[in-house]
């Protein structure tokens, strides 16, 4: 049975953390600990065995990294959705990000119409408000 992966402790990383003792640390300093954090990592996911398990912690860092939760889907409407209209957007946002969402649904009378969905860092501006806004901007640049 392999044995769980366990964050590096404070002092090993005390230990290759090149900006102890220091209150401000350089861009040089920054990406030393980010690689030592790396490598620590790695070597704690090779000693598991576990090349399932190692795909997975990979892969969930990787979301992390790239923005927020990944596996969730903020969806906010001008009006409250349909069950039809759920079911839709969540086989059409599945679809695009490739994986299973969780979904969380909000209303926001200010949109004035369509949706907005929100997964991680991604942003899609379906709303009637953004349109409107973005048109009002092309009229007023073309004076």
Request: proline share 5%; net charge negative.
């Amino acid at each position: 049975m392999s044995q769980p992966v366990q964050p590096p402790n404070a002092d090993t990383m005390r230990s290759q953390t090149p900006v102890e003792g220091r209150g401000t640390t350089s861009q040089h300093d920054s990406a030393s600990v980010a690689h030592a954090i790396y490598n620590e990592t790695v070597k704690q996911l090779q000693a598991t065995h576990d090349p399932n398990l190692q795909r997975d912690v990979l892969r969930q860092l990787d979301e992390m990294l790239r923005g927020g939760d990944q596996s969730m889907a903020q969806i906010t409407s001008a009006v409250a959705l349909t069950p039809d209209e759920r079911r839709a957007i969540e086989q059409k946002l599945g679809a695009k990000f490739g994986r299973d969402l969780t979904f969380e649904y909000r209303t926001d009378p200010s949109l004035l119409g369509g949706i907005v969905a929100k997964v991680g860092d991604k942003i899609i501006d379906g709303s009637l408000a953004s349109r409107l806004n973005a048109m009002q901007e092309m009229l007023l640049g073309a004076r």
